[in-house]
């Protein structure tokens, strides 16, 4: 028995239960003196084991309950669970218990998790959870993976949807893989409306643990890199901007450490291994260049003159394969890849506006006029714009890639309008009217800026009002009406007297009743952005009446509170500005830092 060897006693070792039993004294050696002197076997107890009481351990004890209560939900949706539990404490067998509701419920083991190299049994939750799942696992992966390539892959092509599939019906070990197959099926089960509650955040859990496992190998892959996005992206989605942040920036670091930001010069890759690695070069792209846009950071990314690797080609996925000698020619028609194509070459000129906004954000007039200049001189160069002209009879993911560049480009129009507003608003509220503010350049600027809030506005409204808006899509919805609703506010906080608050307001209002209407279920990122849309109104009413504007509780179970989105210092998430336009004396210099809504 380990730690229990021959020689002198040791005191942090019990007594045996003989020698406690008869309060002998044990020579705790295995056996003891005195058993072998009465011809007694001699047991020792186990050791006790403590669990330890960290955070960490807590969180993840709160983790497994809480799934656990949502599958008994599942199971016992009538509420009969609070009579079970009452019969289990009463001293009912639980074995006599499911026996009673297997004639309501059925569980075969036909319904049970597959053990095989995805099975529940990777996961870090509690082990009698995995035979409380009533539903046949194979056909539901196979559908996640299904709405997947349907919905997510359509959107954002990072993956090679042949490739993947066939890897998914090997069961491939590898650890990489292993991540990046829980992350197919846990989009796949967020983007279906009959999923099962909480099955994604499994798969997600799953993913998360088979990532930890990697650590301790040094070796990037293509396969980690693209694990490494999904994690972001599903995290940002949970509510949890410093987890997502992580997981991009590993992904940015693991794509540069394999060079995928150069046009690869050697022939003995095959044309579709290169074309996938330009695919997860400019999918971790886009997605960087997003991310930091919202939170308000610097970029990861290397410098524009740095990245010589080749733009996606719109090419359809039948065209070429890994049996290809040549690399097929671009296609006229739209494809999956447009969208990419678009957005990456949209976020390199963005991240050059961007970065000049950071280093210095005292633009003036005319500066705006040159990156509106700018922006206007790209959407003539693009070849690829995506033009709807039939709604009916145009594909869902054609829709929602067009959307995401409308208000992509609207978001990116507002940043740059919104310094010189702030500093309007300042000298506003120090010196009332000025010569600078009266300049023609300054006030065609405020109206321009003005008009394409207003246009952003009523467009983000018709498609709630119509249901024109995809899950994928909603949070960067939300995010692109918070840029146009700081427009009118900052109008109405300057000069609340002024003829064009009126309609400012009434722009806030639509708003404001809009936000009421929305669906309950919200992903965590939505969430967000309603609770700081929702500040936005109320900061304007304020502004006007000093009328305190009151909203019912988000509802859902994952409702996330104004405090559980504070947790990154520089977004805008963190109120520090909203609190500051409650205020009436901005006189201060501290009063008038406007930093985190311009970098946001």
Not at 228 to 239: D, N, P
Not at 376 to 383: D, L, V
């Amino acid at each position: 028995m380990a730690g229990y060897a021959p020689g002198g006693r040791n005191s942090h070792i019990p007594a045996c239960l003989e020698c406690r039993t008869r309060k002998a004294k044990c020579s705790k050696t295995q056996p003891c003196a005195p058993c072998v002197r009465h011809n007694r076997k001699c047991v020792y107890t186990s050791r006790v084991s403590r669990t330890p009481l960290t955070r960490e351990h807590l969180t993840a004890v709160e983790t497994r309950l809480h799934l656990l209560e949502s599958v008994l939900g599942k199971i016992f949706p009538s509420g009969e669970m609070q009579n079970i539990s009452r019969e289990l404490l009463a001293g009912d067998s639980p074995e006599n218990l499911i026996s009673t509701n297997r004639d309501h419920d059925p569980l075969s083991a036909d319904n049970c998790l597959p053990s095989d190299g995805l099975s529940f049994d990777d996961l870090s939750i509690a082990p009698e959870l995995q035979n409380f799942l009533p539903m046949d696992m194979e056909d539901q992966k196979s559908k996640f993976v299904d709405n997947y390539f349907t919905y997510y892959h359509t959107l954002y092509p990072m993956l090679h949807e042949n490739t993947s599939r066939s890897m998914q019906r090997s069961q491939t070990n590898s650890p990489h893989w292993s991540v990046l197959a829980n992350m197919v099926l846990a989009f796949g089960a967020w983007l279906s409306s009959d999923a099962q509650q909480g099955l994604d955040k499994v798969y997600f859990a799953r993913a998360e643990k088979h990532f930890e496992k990697t650590l301790v190998e040094t070796q990037g892959t293509l396969t980690l890199i693209q694990s490494l996005v999904l994690l972001s992206e599903f995290a940002q989605k949970q509510g949890s901007p410093e987890k997502s942040g992580r997981y991009l920036g590993s992904a940015v670091q693991t794509a540069v450490a394999l060079d995928l930001q150069m046009e690869p010069d050697d022939s003995e890759n095959k044309e579709l291994d290169k074309e996938i690695r330009r695919r997860v070069w400019w999918s971790v792209y886009c997605a960087e260049s997003c991310s930091a846009k919202i939170y308000g950071r610097p970029l990861l990314l290397p410098e524009d003159a740095l990245i010589t690797v080749r733009p996606v080609s719109n090419i359809h996925e039948n065209t070429l394969t890994f049996s290809s000698t040549s690399f097929p020619p671009h296609s006229d028609e739209s494809s999956i890849y447009m969208g990419l194509i678009q957005q990456s070459s949209y976020h390199r000129l963005a991240n050059k506006i961007y970065r000049r906004i950071l280093s210095r954000p005292d633009f003036t007039a005319q500066q705006v006029q040159e990156v509106e200049e700018m922006i206007n001189e790209w959407h003539k160069g693009s070849s690829l714009c995506l033009q709807v002209t039939n709604p009916s009879s145009t594909p869902g993911w054609y829709l929602n890639a067009r959307r995401r560049q409308v208000f992509c480009d609207r978001s990116l129009r507002l940043l740059v309008h919104r310094p010189l507003l702030l500093r309007w608003l300042k000298q506003k509220s120090i010196d009332g009217e000025t010569s600078t503010s009266n300049h023609p350049a300054e006030i065609q600027c405020r109206a321009q800026g003005l008009k394409i809030a207003r246009t952003t506005i009523d467009i983000i409204l018709d498609s709630f009002a119509s249901g024109r808006y995809s899950k994928l899509t909603f949070s960067f919805t939300l995010y692109a009406l918070f840029h146009a609703l700081i427009v009118p506010l900052i109008h109405v906080k300057a000069d609340p007297s002024a003829p064009s608050s009126i309609s400012c307001m009434q722009d806030i209002n639509k708003a404001k009743n809009a936000l009421q209407s929305l669906p309950c279920e919200l992903d965590g990122l939505s969430q967000s952005f309603v609770i700081a849309l929702r500040q936005l109104c109320a900061v304007s009413f304020q502004a006007v009446s000093g009328y305190k504007e009151e909203y019912p509780p988000l509802e859902g179970k994952n409702e996330i509170k104004p405090r559980d989105i504070r947790s990154s210092t520089n977004n805008i998430f963190g109120n520090q500005e909203l609190d500051l336009l409650k205020n009436e004396n901005l006189n201060s210099s501290h009063d008038l830092d406007f930093s985190e809504w311009l970098h946001s």
